[in-house]
């Protein structure tokens, strides 16, 4: 009778999942438990050099990226203030046309003044010139208010203007800045990735996504250290026990800090 072969089950990844909850089945894997411990050094290792290198960049990417969105920022109410001025425009010329109109209502009725046959009629065309005359003041003067408007909001686009000529001199210093570090650590970091891709292959996805949650949790980003000054822990720099550091020389077991869950290797893989 033919042995039925037991499919192994995979375990779904965790996000919360620490080193700890890895002890277990940290063997489990294609490679020795030594081969693993020396590549997640390796990978830190690695990280660490990357990290350095963005340090040098300091605070240049956020402070282009802040400057990228300030000139946007000024482009988008230079042209908000040039819609103002453009209606502006319209209404100086809708003003216009309303004394224009004003104009032939007046013409219109001074001819029918001439006329008239009572006084009743001669009062109320009067009254309609007058009515005629007062709209074409408020338009002349809609025209002189709207004309200060506009010259103000100009005056407003200048200020914009100069300040984006200003910012873009800035972005620009920044950016010939940032491309300057960015070139001079192009080929390090290139190398440094294709290390870290390297290892991070031979890596289950469960042991990784540990490693990333850890590295990312902590300020110093280390998620695998050696033993610090002989008997303290690389990472929190508490005092490692006697027993822990023998099972850490040992290269055969997974050893974590207990006091900040950071995976402790033999200081000789350095």
């Known amino acids: 009778m033919a042995t039925k072969k037991i499919k192994k089950v995979?375990?779904?990844?965790?996000q919360r999942e620490t080193f700890v909850?890895?002890?277990?089945?940290?063997?489990?894997?294609?490679?020795?438990?030594?081969?693993?411990?020396?590549?997640?050094?390796?990978?830190?290792?690695a990280d660490s050099a990357i990290d350095k290198i963005v340090q040098l960049r300091g605070e240049l990417p956020s402070e282009v990226e802040a400057l990228e969105e300030e000139i946007a920022d000024l482009k988008a109410r230079q042209a908000q203030f040039t819609?103002?001025?453009?209606?502006?425009?319209?209404?100086?010329?809708?003003?216009?046309?309303?004394?224009?109109?004003?104009?032939?209502?007046?013409?219109?009725y001074q001819q029918q003044l001439n006329d008239v046959a009572n006084s009743r009629e001669y009062d109320s065309i009067n009254k309609e010139i007058e009515n005629q005359d007062l709209l074409r003041q408020i338009a002349q003067k809609t025209?002189?208010?709207?004309?200060?408007?506009?010259?103000?909001?100009?005056?407003?686009?200048?200020?914009?203007?100069?300040?984006?000529?200003?910012?873009?001199?800035?972005?620009?210093?920044k950016k010939e800045e940032l491309a300057t570090i960015v070139e001079s650590?192009?080929?390090?970091?290139?190398?440094?990735?294709?290390?870290?891709d390297e290892c991070a292959k031979k890596i289950d996805a469960r042991t990784m996504s540990a490693y990333d949650r850890i590295r990312a949790s902590v300020h110093n980003h280390l998620a695998v250290v050696s033993v610090y000054n002989g008997d303290s822990c690389g990472g929190c720099f508490n005092t490692i026990t006697p027993q822990r550091l023998?099972?850490?020389?040992?290269?055969?077991?997974?050893?974590?800090?207990?006091?900040?869950?950071?995976?402790?290797v033999n200081p000789h893989f350095e």
Not at 10 to 14: A, L, Q, R
Not at 151 to 173: F, G, S, Y
Not at 185 to 196: F, G, N
């Open 10 to 14: 995979e375990t779904p990844i965790d």
């Open 185 to 196: 650590t192009a080929k390090e970091e290139k190398k440094l990735e294709a290390v870290r």
């Open 21 to 45: 909850s890895l002890q277990k089945n940290f063997a489990d894997s294609p490679l020795s438990v030594e081969e693993k411990l020396k590549t997640l050094y390796a990978l830190q290792e």
């Open 143 to 173: 025209i002189m208010d709207t004309r200060v408007a506009i010259t103000r909001k100009k005056e407003d686009i200048e200020v914009i203007k100069d300040r984006i000529a200003i910012r873009n001199e800035d972005l620009a210093a």
């Open 246 to 264: 023998v099972d850490i020389a040992s290269n055969s077991k997974l050893i974590i800090c207990e006091h900040c869950g950071r995976i402790i």
């Open 83 to 108: 819609a103002v001025i453009d209606a502006y425009n319209q209404t100086i010329a809708d003003n216009k046309q309303n004394i224009i109109d004003c104009d032939a209502q007046i013409e219109k």
